[in-house]
């Protein structure tokens, strides 16, 4: 069975794996025996967070800002310098932005899908040349795009811009899952609730009311989303392509889930 899960050493790029769930899957994949580039904007970031998990094994910061199409060109650009062939490329990064429908700023909408589907898309297309160099039909090659229950969902704050773009995540993935096949695969995890940047000011003001509504009564934890990244990573998922893969509790299930009081229908 430990085989069947190995990623061991697989190379493995992670975006927007300085804090989150993209800190959690990169400290998990270099536990586990991959070689693991941690990407974000902040150089400082990328250091200090590759300096503490190459205590645990290889990891290397590559610091860009993938926001811009030119941000994309250098990191793959820096990647391959090292690497000419990736095994997996895990497309984390992301941001969001939540506003009542008549009041969604356009700078908000723009700047959200640059990094959560502009990104994903531009960085795939650089690095598809290190992915099939490295991906074969019996052993793929494997990209894993972070989705979102709330893309499965009605999500309970007004994120228009982040919920469109996990969204459309999902469905690209399923068009890249069919080009790329048979030497490379592509899937979505989809998470629920976890702590991180964007969700610190919710949970701390609700954390208790979107666990109650979670089918499984708890805010996610780290291994919840390690786990599904290895299978998919590992010859266990080897055979899994196109496939969105919620890891969100049976949040994504619920018919009503919690809803802040500042977005509430007062008045219905």
Avoid at 41 to 68: H, M, N, Y
Avoid at 115 to 130: D, G, K, N
Avoid at 140 to 157: Q, T
Wanted: some cysteine; overall charge negative; hydrophobic content about 45%.
């Amino acid at each position: 069975m430990s085989d069947l899960f190995s990623v061991l050493d697989k190379t493995v790029l992670v975006t927007g794996g300085t804090h989150g769930i993209g800190r959690a899957i990169a400290g998990g994949l270099v536990a586990a025996g991959a070689r693991v580039y941690v990407n974000s904007r902040s150089a400082g970031e990328c250091a200090s967070v590759a300096e503490e998990l190459s205590a645990k094994g290889f990891c290397v910061g590559l610091p860009a800002d993938i926001a811009t199409e030119d941000g994309c060109v250098q990191l793959a650009a820096d990647l391959t310098a090292r690497e000419p062939a990736l095994n997996v490329l895990v497309n984390n990064a992301g941001s969001a932005w939540a506003a009542p429908v008549g009041e969604f700023p356009a700078e908000a909408w723009d700047s959200v899908l640059a990094v959560s589907l502009r990104a994903p898309m531009l960085l795939t297309r650089e690095l598809v040349p290190a992915l099939t160099a490295a991906g074969t039909p019996e052993d793929p090659a494997r990209i894993v795009n972070i989705g979102s229950a709330d893309a499965l969902r009605v999500p309970e704050f007004p994120t228009y811009s982040a919920a469109a773009s996990k969204a459309a995540i999902h469905h690209i993935t399923r068009m890249v899952a069919q080009e790329l096949a048979p030497s490379v695969t592509a899937n979505v995890i989809a998470p629920g609730t976890f702590p991180s940047r964007m969700t610190a000011d919710a949970l701390a003001a609700f954390g208790d009311e979107i666990a109650a509504c979670t089918p499984l009564r708890r805010i996610g934890r780290e291994d919840d989303l390690v786990g599904a990244v290895q299978f998919l990573c590992s010859r266990a998922g080897s055979y899994v392509t196109g496939a969105v893969l919620p890891v969100d509790g049976g949040l994504a299930t619920c018919r009503l889930g919690f809803v802040p009081p500042e977005y509430a229908d007062t008045e219905g």
